[in-house]
Structures are given as C-alpha cells and as structure tokens.
C-alpha cells in the first residue's frame, strides 16, 4: 500500500527457513550449471553456508504507486461480497505496482532481505509503541478507508472482538499490519513491503494476480525455480517455503521469536495476504498434515482484515488500557523490531 507521513512527504511502498537462508545459495549455484537432469531435482537444506550478500540500502525509497485493490464495500458481513478484488478493473498505478513486484521479487532478494533483517541494527520499543510509530503514516491507496493505520488495526481487532474470539486472535488483528514498520528500516520501495505474496524459489502459480508479468523476474526462466517444485519436496509444509519478502513475513518472524502467540495466530500473521494460498488454492502440493487447519486460521482472519471498516473511527483511549493487557500477556515489555 502506499503509505504517505501526516506531514504530506510520501513513502514508497518467517518462517523455519530463516534458519536455512545461509544453506540454499551454494546448492542453487551448482544446480544452476547442472545437467537438465540434476537441476530437475529438489534442492536439500542441510549444510552450513553463509552467503556473501551485500546488505539491504537502508536510504529514504522513492515514490512508487499504490499497491493493491480492496473490496469496495463498507459492509461489516464478508458474505455480501460485492466487488471484491476487481484487478481486472483495476486502474495503472495497480498494474505497475504488481509488475515491479513481480520482476523483483527473485530469490536472491529474498535472501538478501532475510539476511539483512537479522544483521541490522535493531529497533527497541514496545508493541504499543511500535503502533504508535505507525500511526505517523496513513495508508493513501486504501479505496475502502481514510483511517490512520491504528484506527484500521483497531477496527480489525474490535471487530474480532465483537465477534466472541479468543483474545490472541483480537491481538493478532490489532499487530497484524504492524510490519509496515520495515518503511522505516530500509524497505527498497513498496514492492517490498506489501502487495500479495507468493512463494519465491519455484515455479510462479497462474493463480497469483497478473501472472504473465513473472515474465520479466528472472527467476522464471531459472533451471531450478522455474519448475512446479523448485527447490521444495512435495509435502514439506508451508512453514518450510520461502514467501516473498514484505511486512507479513516480517511481523511474523517477529511474533514467532519473541512472542507466545499460538501457531494459527501466526499462521494469520505471515499468510493474510497469501492470497494464491488462502483463496485460490495454489502452493498445495507442499501442504503436509497440520496444515489444513492453519489455513482454515487464516480464512476465519480474512473477513476481519478486509471487512470492518468503518466510517466511524474507534475511540483509541477507551480501549487502549483493554488492548495494552493482551499485549502484556503474548509479548515482553520491549520488543526488537
């Protein structure tokens, strides 16, 4: 999405296999000169690497259009679905945001993006904080709202409220967005931080949105990635893929290590805008047993994150008391961001 600072200046707009991001790159070198039939095979995660990866550009990115469509209903009941995701439809800035979403978002930049969150200096605040922080940015693409980002993460989380859920689920939905906090520690442009997401290091799904623009991300046309298993095994489950870098996967590497969210809050966290899963049914056949039910999670959070908005702003100082309590119960006091 792209977001814009209150003061008018505009921004551009994990998973186990963090631990094996220093493990790939010298199978996907080989594999990459090898016979067709050696680069037909599955890679195997299993030896120590590091890779020699220049970090991240931390600098201020450039304008970049906004990012995705959204239902264009104000209804709060997901089964009045009017127009949802109407990319046919959907105006240039869109498009071209995909596009360049699209071609640069290889696997080598998802390495990259990895190893740099996990070397860089790191934020230190608490979760409320952190809310606070993006509450300096208001997301100006968004056709449904003009609420600041907290008054968003607290209609989602109040909505789920309503609704009877358990309090980790009301948590996920007030942090569920929180990783748009990478605008401030060297996101390249908005193609990296929001948007749809996909798995990266195999074949790219017809079912992602504007799939015929994968053909300029070089990855499309690689020895490895370009087949229907890249460099997965079928069955390996959906914490084992690589799904493109961007604020999910970032808020999510977040709650997994310093949090106690149970495994379907985060499930919500890293795959709410894993739609080509979540929707559409591609990425499947890495699904293995458990799995199943981590994606019934992330349907049951859709509705909330895409359905309550609302005109009416809610009181932020009426529940902040009630929301500062969950807070203190999943997370520590202060957070590394």
Known sequence: MPLILRDGRALDETSDL????????PHVSALAN???????????LGSDFTP???PISSSTPSEVDPTEVRDVSTTTEPAEEKVFRDYANACDRVKNFYAEQHEKQTMEYNLKARKYFHEREKLHMSVWEAIERLNT??????????????EHLLQTAESIRRDGKPDWMQLVGLIHDLGKLLFFVG???????????????CQFSEKNIYPETFAANPDSTHPVYSTPNGIYEPGCGMENVMVSWGHDEYMYIVAKEQSTLPKEGLAMI???????????????QFMKEGDEDLLAAVRD????????????PIDVESVKEYYQGLIAKYFPPVVEW
């Open 52 to 54: 020699d990866i220049s």
């Open 34 to 44: 090898a016979s067709p039939a050696q680069s037909s095979r599955s890679l195997s």
């Open 18 to 25: 963090v631990d094996d991001v220093n493990i790939l790159k």
């Open 137 to 150: 940015l208001v997301d100006d693409s968004d056709p449904d709202t003009s609420l600041s980002q907290i």
């Open 301 to 312: 959070f859709n509705p909330y994150d895409l359905y309550s908005k609302a005109d009416e």
């Open 270 to 284: 890293r795959f709410h805008s894993f739609y080509p899963w979540h929707r559409e049914n591609a990425y499947t």
């Open 187 to 201: 996101a390249e442009g908005q193609w990296d931080v929001v948007g749809d997401t996909f798995v990266v290091g």
